[in-house]
């Protein structure tokens, strides 16, 4: 019988939440229990494949092809495992479940109402997805914050299970802000005070209250809130601003939390080892070494587009000992004039990550062909592999207008368009080629030198592909083609062999990246980048 975690969050949204509950199944995973975590999103879409990232963060994709909230990745680099659609689900899912049922006339003669019928199906989908992972401890995270009307039935059905899985099998962990107004440099918390009362009063007692803020809680701070909330002084904890998410687990584990958990869980209390996973920590966190690299985006304003990214990057730097600085770019920006681009120059790498429709292309194209001629180490992800096909068609094969048929379906020279079996597709949800699919890599490539063998296994989400028309035209001209999809229909790796490093990938590499086993397309990139700012600082050292 699994016993679950439930994780639900106070005060404000976006304070960390999917860190702690990984962090907390990183120190229970460190103790040998196997751990599974999953998400309920208080939103109406079915899955996070059609919301806007600059709202909601980066959409992450699991191997099964569900596309899912970000959290899921926090989740994969965390516990270094595959989760599925099972572990991410949403209010339009638990809905579109229920209602499809009441269709199907399996509720005939009943009222259908939100208790019983959406609680039980919330506790349904946490049961099975408990089951189908054999956790030991499921770790559940409850999305938005207590006082959200529309978080109502998911915390209702937690409610439910506390009854009905008993106190030794369910433990609720709230996560709250505590603000610190400047003048005073006081930490206040009533806002943590009255985020438990709202839990109260729909029925959840917390157990444990973690409260993130910019310094730690002094022993007064935890009195008070322990005083407030009912919650032992001990089960207080505080999570500060660190340098790394990945930071947490260590400072979470030396304030008890897996004494507190093995107490109220009654499961037996094991050693928890961290080592390892501090050591890798510390390689991402400490290493003297730098890179500077530059993302160009449209999303550029917001981190959380990219967080897959952003981490792969810092996994591909750890293993390397090498801290990356990553910068930026608004690729409109780029689009202002030669001036603006050659400011690329003082960057070791460029990036031009995943990415839909027209704003902004123009200069991620600039920057792809700027990178190639410069000598400037380049990392195409998805929409990054499609630009810097269309540089390479205008500027190396001289077709003028070339573009990919998202942005210009006119295009006299189509390099890149929908996939053949994209062509009748006419819903927009859950239908881009998703998920992991094998690539077969060419021997003698970079690709394949990175990897190190001929078969692996990434991770897709993309309608549009480089067009067969034209790949005789390409590779004639010097662009080598380093990986195909099985069936050999499709492009999936591109490079250029007189290049310090210039790779781009249909897929998205950023989504398998974990701690300590970085991608191996990262780290090619990383180690190019590396090499390229040693030789400059040699060079202006000499000089
Ligand atoms: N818009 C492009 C496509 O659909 C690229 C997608 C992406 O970068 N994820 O193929």
Known sequence: MPKYIFVTGGVISGIGKGVIAGSIGKILQSSGIK???????????????????????????????????MDIGTYERF????????????????????????????????????????????????????????????????????GDIEALPFLEALRQMRFEEGKDNTLFVH?????????????????????????????????????RSKKRLTEANREKISLFTNVPKENVLSSPDLKSP???PQVLEEQGVSKIIFEQLKMPVKNVDLTEWNN???????????VHIAMVGKYAELADSYVSVNHALYHA?????????????????????????????????????????????????LAANYARIKGLPYLGLCFGLQLAIVSFARYVLGYEGAHSTEIDP????????????????????????????????KEGTLAYKLYGRNVIRERHRHRYEVNPRYWAELQAAGMVFSGFSEDMKRVEIIELPDHPFYMASQFHPEFVSRPGKPDP??????????????RSIEVSSRA
């Open 175 to 211: 996560v709250t802000l505590a603000p610190i107004i400047e003048e005073v440099g006081e930490l206040k918390t009533k806002p943590t005070q009255h985020s438990v009362q709202e839990l109260r009063r729909i029925g959840i007692q917390p157990d444990i209250i973690i409260v």
């Open 410 to 441: 006119n295009t006299p020279y189509p390099v890149i368009d929908l996939l053949p079996e994209q062509k009748n597709v006419d819903k927009l949800g859950g239908t881009m080629r998703l998920g992991g699919h094998n690539i077969i890599l």
């Open 35 to 69: 751990v599974s975590l999953m998400k309920m999103d208080p939103y109406l879409n079915v899955d996070a494949g059609t919301m806007n990232p600059l709202v909601h963060g980066e959409v992450f994709v699991c191997d099964d092809g569900a596309e899912t909230d």
């Open 317 to 365: 730097g750890g293993s390397l000992k090498c801290k990356v600085k990553i910068f930026w770019i608004e690729s409109e920006e780029l689009e202002k004039g030669s001036e603006k681009l050659s400011e690329l120059e003082k960057f070791d790498g460029v990036i031009v990550p995943g990415g839909f429709g027209s704003r902004g292309v123009e200069g991620k194209i």
């Open 521 to 534: 397309i990262f780290k090619g990139f990383i180690e190019a980048s590396m090499m390229r700012r040693r």
């Open 280 to 290: 890798i920590v510390r390689d991402i966190v400490e290493s003297k070494e730098e």
């Open 79 to 146: 516990l270094d495992m595959n989760l599925s659609r099972a572990n991410n689900i949403t209010t339009g899912q638990v809905y579109l479940n229920v209602l499809q049922r009441e269709r199907e006339g399996k509720y005939l003669g009943k009222c259908v109402q939100i208790i019983p019928h959406i609680t039980d199906e919330i506790k349904s989908l946490i049961r099975y997805a408990a089951r189908k992972d054999s956790a030991e401890v499921m770790i559940v995270e409850s999305g938005g914050t207590v």
């Open 246 to 248: 990945y930071l947490v």
